[in-house]
């Protein structure tokens, strides 16, 4: 499963930015189900986060 929160703000520089306590608590709960957290973004282009969820079938 994949979910996926884009804006088209003024975006960051990730490698300046850390994760604060919000995106960490995100990161820790879908790395413990096996998925995982990725940020993407370019200063002037906005920012997306995509998180990914393994299905169990």
Known sequence: ML???ADDG???DPARIGFG???TN???RLEATGG???IE???G???RVV???PLVR
Request: proline letters at 0%; aromatic letters at 4%.
């Open 36 to 38: 995982g957290l990725r």
């Open 3 to 5: 979910f996926e929160v």
């Open 51 to 53: 998180g990914t969820i």
């Open 26 to 28: 995100m990161r820790d």
């Open 21 to 23: 306590v919000g995106l």
């Open 45 to 47: 282009r906005g920012t």
């Open 10 to 12: 003024s975006g960051l």
């Open 41 to 43: 973004s370019t200063v």
